[in-house]
């Protein structure tokens, strides 16, 4: 088990639940009513659920202060006072049981029975509230009678011992505990040599959270037992919220649950009937078949979901699913898992549908691939995403991401970090989906990277950092501009950081970049851009500078708050930077940010306020050094080109106000300041932030853009906002406006949650995307009730899905309309 564990095959597994399976062999099922439910109906209301259910319930149980419901990060400090007291009492309870449990009661007789060599000897110590005997051989114990034999221990109100045969007679009460399988019910007979017996008006607790009651259950053997006329689940209490029903059962411990007549329960009303179920209780991984999936989906009928999980040994294991939908519609897939060592493992899911609209298999291959087990210590990642067709996840994806996605790419690269030397080599494969059923395909084939981070140069001040890579590219961006070239960019640069004192610091950067290209792009005969086969060195210098100060700071003491310092400073911050004109920049094929390098040469200066806040420490503790966090900052800042060529504002000089012609003749105005940009931030705890942003056109006297995004949190409740607004910087006039807003919110604490996700078109009046996400955990069971809404472009899709997953059995229903 600490294996699986260790190899992370055990728990992870999505479909195969908390590592419990329902195995249903489906000899055949049908809807049934209040006849048709058979033996395992009768008695479920006759059983005594309080008293066996209790007795059922693990022996480490015990009733204490109930402690706060919530975790202990969350907790306030009377709060997590009041769990740890809980914490004590609960570990001062155990010991006072345990203590109560190995000392006789006042009164009480002791005794210790010995066995005959010819029944493998031995002897039963306990004590009881009096002891006689009928004959020679058989002992009657009588009054709070407890047993103990090697690892069982037997409880009841009376007990009469064969010594000679070595049985066991018990009735009222009766609490049979075999490590941590306990059975309890009104009688037992039980043989102390074979461990074998049968109690009735039965309870059974097996570790983990295995229920079962019968009206009468037999040990068969050291880990077997048959059920007669019982109860199975997860779940307790005296009602429990899902249970099957069972007409006979055999079931082995660390083996598998074979149950005749089951019917399931939802409280006290009948769900359905399996005539015949096999149900593993393995704590390990078990092979076998999955619990079926039920469920309906406007589009493709009534679904049944099948799975078969095979274990292919400790580190490797498989699923293979066969979906059946009444409108035609088969599904086929397989998932398989590996990790055979501590650095390697990965997972591919394939899955392939056979749609009888389009009269096609269409399919989806998701594959991931992660290693530590490289040379030199070197790391290995694989990703591929590949489908048939992009309809493909808008018509049968469940995610939510995953319906709305635009783009899928499929990578794999190997890296190395050896001191400031790095090493990277990727291989990817990219594919951007556009209006009308076009696309842009970007493929490295592959690329070879290597970093210089900052390296000291001996005892000068400066410092070395170099960028290079080599590239075979493919692009695919219409009939013409599709072909494959190679490319070499390398950029060395130097570095002078300047510290002239702690408010005032310098940073200078210059280098140079060159780029070779061996095909490069341009107009063709019928004027439309096309790969030429003609190549290009591309070359040019760049430099940057960076000051930040002077800076002005003041600390606040405060008396009282949950902070007990605050620091101001302002920050006045300068950067500059510097590419001299790149020739034939237009004969570049753009594939990614080396070659959509600008020529430019732009200042920009910044006015920073930030407020430090340092947390007040707790009573009895001393003030720790550092642990200040930034709690607001404002930042206004305008960047100033000068090169003449390329203003940072510019528009038609009839918008301006009052209409007025700056003399270019052209009828257009610029200037070489650019928009004035104010940023703020809020960040007053880990579950309350707050971003906006204004973009003030100086030129045009306008507002180009605003954006407010944040969160707030309370407890496990928290409320989220994005919303983005742009206008023409001429005109004024709005370009777009739309909204995000999403919300969780605990409807009842830790059981009832409710959650929604809303994109709002203000400039439309247009709903785009609504979800809303209903999700209930209970102590045995949970489901969750999903409506979604979304608009593509005319087409309105519309979804409701209800799930209902078990414990120890995994999601069990699924309906979609």
């Not at 209301?45 to 309080?50: G, L």
Request: charged share 25%; proline share 5%.
């Amino acid at each position: 088990m600490d294996d699986m564990k260790r190899i992370g095959l055990g728990d992870s597994h999505p479909s195969v639940g908390a590592r419990r399976w329902l195995s249903a062999l489906l000899v055949g099922a049908a809807l049934t009513g209040p006849s048709a439910w058979g033996q395992g109906a009768e008695g479920l209301d006759e059983v005594p659920a309080t008293s066996s259910q209790a007795a059922a319930t693990s022996p480490a149980e015990a009733p204490t202060v109930q402690p706060p419901d919530k975790p202990v990060d969350e907790m306030t400090p009377e709060e997590l006072q009041a769990f740890q007291q809980w914490r004590r009492q609960q570990l001062e309870l155990r010991q006072k049981e345990q203590a109560e449990k190995d000392t006789p009661p006042p009164g009480s007789v002791t005794f210790d029975l010995p066995f005959p060599e010819a029944k493998g000897g031995g002897s039963a110590q306990g004590w009881a509230g009096g002891i006689q005997y009928q004959q020679d051989d058989i002992a009657v114990l009588t009054d709070g009678v407890v047993i103990r034999y090697q690892e069982i221990e037997i409880k009841a109100g009376r007990l009469e011992v064969d010594l000679t045969e070595k049985l066991l007679s018990a009735f009222g009460n009766v609490v049979l505990d075999q490590g941590p399988r306990r059975l309890a019910g009104s009688t037992l007979t039980f043989d102390l040599e074979t461990k074998t017996g049968t109690i009735t008006d039965a309870s059974a607790y097996l570790d983990p959270d295995f229920y079962f009651s019968g009206a009468e259950v037999r040990k068969t053997g050291e880990n077997t037992y048959h059920v007669e006329d019982g109860i199975f689940t997860s779940c307790a209490g005296d009602v429990p919220a899902w249970s099957f029903t069972l007409g006979r059962a055999d079931i082995e411990v660390d083996g598998y649950a074979r149950v005749r007549h089951a019917g399931m329960r939802v409280k006290k009303a009948p769900v359905f009937y399996l005539p015949y179920i096999v149900w593993p209780v393995k704590p390990e991984r078990t092979s076998g078949f999955l619990v079926p999936n039920v469920g309906y989906s406007d589009r493709r009928g009534a679904y049944l979901g099948l799975a078969y999980y095979k274990v292919l040994g400790q580190s490797y294991d498989t699923t293979f699913h066969l979906d059946l939908y009444s409108k035609e519609y088969i599904g086929v897939g397989n998932e398989f898992r590996y990790q055979p060592t501590e650095g390697t493992k990965g997972k591919w899911q394939i899955y392939a549908i056979d749609d009888p609209v389009d009269n096609e298999w269409r399919w989806k291959l998701d594959l991931d691939h992660q290693t530590t087990d490289l040379p030199f210590g070197m790391r290995g990642v694989l990703t591929v995403r590949e489908f048939s067709d992009f309809e493909f996840f808008r018509d049968f994806e469940r995610s939510v991401d995953r319906n709305t996605i635009r783009s899928l790419e499929s990578r794999g690269f190997i890296t190395g970090n050896w001191g400031p030397h790095s090493l990277n080599i990727l291989l990817n494969n990219r594919e951007t989906f556009l209006s009308g059923g076009r696309s842009v395909v970007l493929q490295r084939l592959p690329e070879i990277e290597y970093e210089l981070r900052p390296t000291k140069l001996g005892n000068l001040p400066l410092f070395l950092k170099v960028q290079s890579s080599l590239n075979y590219l493919s692009m695919d961006r219409s009939e013409t501009l599709d072909g494959r070239y190679g490319r070499a960019d390398l950029a060395p640069q130097l570095i002078l950081p300047v510290k002239l004192a702690p408010w005032l610091s310098m940073s200078f950067a210059a280098g140079y970049r060159s780029t070779w290209y061996s095909d490069t792009v341009g107009p063709n005969a019928d004027n439309v851009e096309a790969f030429t086969g003609e190549s290009l060195n591309r070359g040019f210098s760049f430099a940057s500078a960076s000051f930040v100060g002077p800076s002005f700071s003041r600390i606040y003491d405060k008396t009282s708050g949950r902070y007990s310092k605050l620091k101001h400073v302002i920050e006045p911050r300068w950067d500059y930077s510097f590419v001299e004109d790149i020739d034939d920049g237009n004969r570049i094929p753009l594939f990614d940010e080396i070659d959509r390098i600008n020529s430019n040469n732009v200042g920009r200066f910044a006015l920073v306020n930030r407020l430090l806040a340092k947390p007040r420490p707790k009573e009895g503790e001393q003030e720790a050094a550092g642990g200040a966090r930034e709690i607001l900052s404002w930042e206004l800042s305008r960047a100033y080109s000068f090169d003449d060529a390329r203003p940072l504002q510019s528009g038609r000089f009839e918008n301006l106000p009052g209409g007025v012609d700056d003399g270019m003749g052209d009828g257009t105005v610029e200037r070489q300041a650019g928009p004035v940009s104010s940023l703020l931030r809020f960040n007053p705890s880990n579950q309350t932030n707050l971003t906006a942003r204004v973009d003030y056109d100086t030129l045009f006297g306008q507002i180009t853009s605003t954006s407010l995004s944040g969160s707030v949190g309370l407890g496990r409740n928290s409320l989220g906002l994005s919303w983005r607004t742009n206008w023409d910087n001429e005109t004024g006039e709005k370009r777009s406006d739309q909204a995000r807003i999403g919300a969780s919110l605990d409807l009842v604490p830790r059981r009832l949650n409710l959650k929604t996700d809303l994109v709002y078109d203000i400039e439309k009046s247009l709903l785009q995307q609504q979800r809303y996400l209903l999700n209930y955990l209970g102590q045995c069971a949970s489901f969750t009730l999903e409506w979604r809404e979304s608009e593509f472009g005319t087409e309105v899709e519309r979804d409701l899905r209800f799930s209902l997953t078990l414990k120890n059995v995994g999601t069990f229903l699924d309906l979609t309309n």
